[in-house]
């Protein structure tokens, strides 16, 4: 069970009437992220209620939330790009002394662009790992409120009530690789045509940068971005920077998902992706789908209850994804990078599978739940125990609502 403190202030919110409103975008994902928010407030006894709108944009349905908001938490840039008439939602927030907090869900070198509105006075922010805080903290904003969440939290969808082999070795998918190669919408050759277009010195140094990046499990990745301009004496703006971070990051992703595609292809798993390389395609033992219907995020969550385990890649090397929240809730074994936060709350071989992508510990990881049904029941029931571990199951969720406290 899930253990919660009851914070203060609660139950004055409580009596006043307000509320904490989660607000989102008509997306799947949004819908998703907000609903394990919720969930995790209303296990710690905060008022809330979720908010859908169709699209940033005139949102004259928002205004009314003001009158009785304890906060405001958007996705994203979304809420930045809402309007009430002539007034920004955050301008409008901010005059009624209501807090928004933007749960920025992706790295902040790719979504802090994407804002116009928002300041250290008008909002806060909430990121997904400490390393995004920190970077944001650096290159942005470094006096704004900030704080983060261990990811965004497991979902109801792949809750198992409980773990036995019995079930288990009746599962009929050995892996489930949920990994797109799009990030944001940007293809690998989209970023290669923005690499391509930076002044020499600058590409020469994001170059440097990626070479070190893919493979760099350790290290918060603009690290090497940093280390490459430094050794060049060379100086960036802040919006420079995260251009260009932005495709040492994109480059590195990607590279990481090709590397696991290509080992996945040797083996009887079940890939779904947004645009397989030709040599996915061609391979005789994986079953691969692109379909919508398929590689829903909810569809997807829902299925883990069918797979012996999951593979995770995160964006971030101190972020926990979703994808091994879930696959622990569903009571699978989680195939999940070599970070050093995952090294402190796991142990490889015996509640997860760790990888690295410079040597073939992957190959390793899936001949195991492939192969091995009975070993990869034991690592995945030991997994199982941990979903409810504090620091694993919406850890840092309260931060969401503590931002809204003066």
Not at 211 to 225: F, G, I, K, S
Request: a neutral charge.
């Amino acid at each position: 069970m899930l253990s919660t403190v009851r914070p203060f202030g609660v139950a004055a919110e409580e009596k006043r009437g307000r509320r904490f409103f989660l607000c989102h975008a008509a997306h799947e994902h949004d819908r998703v992220y907000m609903e394990n928010m919720g969930e995790f407030l209303g296990r710690l006894g905060v008022p809330y209620e979720i908010v859908e709108f169709e699209a940033p944009g005139q949102r004259p349905e928002l205004r009314q939330l003001l009158d009785d908001a304890i906060g405001v938490l958007g996705l994203n840039s979304q809420l930045d790009h809402c309007w009430l008439g002539d007034e920004n939602f955050i301008d409008a927030a901010a005059r009624q002394n209501v807090p928004v907090v933007h749960w920025i869900v992706d790295h902040p070198s790719a979504r802090w662009p994407e804002f116009v509105r928002a300041t250290e006075e008008n909002s806060r922010f909430l990121f997904v790992s400490a390393s995004c805080e920190a970077y944001f903290r650096r290159h942005v904003l470094a006096r704004a409120r900030t704080a983060w969440t261990a990811g965004v939290g497991p979902n109801w969808r792949s809750r198992l009530d409980r773990s036995s082999w019995w079930t288990f070795r009746k599962r009929d998918i050995g892996c489930l690789v949920a990994l797109n190669l799009k990030r944001l919408g940007r293809t690998m050759t989209d970023v290669e045509v923005e690499h391509n277009a930076l002044e020499l010195p600058v590409r020469n140094a994001v170059a440097e940068a990626i070479e070190h990046a893919w493979h760099d499990l350790d290290n918060p990745l603009e690290m090497h971005l940093e280390r490459a301009l430094a050794w060049r004496l060379l100086e960036l703006s802040n919006a420079e920077f995260h251009h260009c971070f932005r495709i040492v990051d994109d480059t590195a992703q990607i590279r990481r998902r090709l590397k696991i595609f290509d080992v996945a292809s040797r083996f009887p798993v079940l890939v779904q992706t947004d645009t397989p390389p030709q040599s996915l395609l061609s391979a005789g033992l994986p079953t691969v789908r692109t379909d919508a219907e398929a590689t829903s995020m909810p569809a997807t969550i829902e299925r883990m209850k069918s797979c012996r385990s999951v593979l995770s890649a995160s964006f971030t090397n101190d972020m926990l994804h979703d994808r091994m929240q879930n696959a622990l809730n569903a009571g699978c074994v989680a195939i999940i990078e070599d970070t050093p936060i995952h090294r402190r709350l796991f142990k490889h071989r015996g509640n997860a599978l760790l990888f690295r992508y410079n040597d073939d510990s992957l190959a390793e990881c899936l001949d195991l739940v492939c192969h091995r049904p009975f070993r990869a029941y034991r690592i995945a029931r030991a997994g199982f125990a941990l979903r409810d571990h504090p620091a694993i199951r919406f850890g840092g969720f309260h931060n969401a609502f503590d931002l809204t406290r003066e």
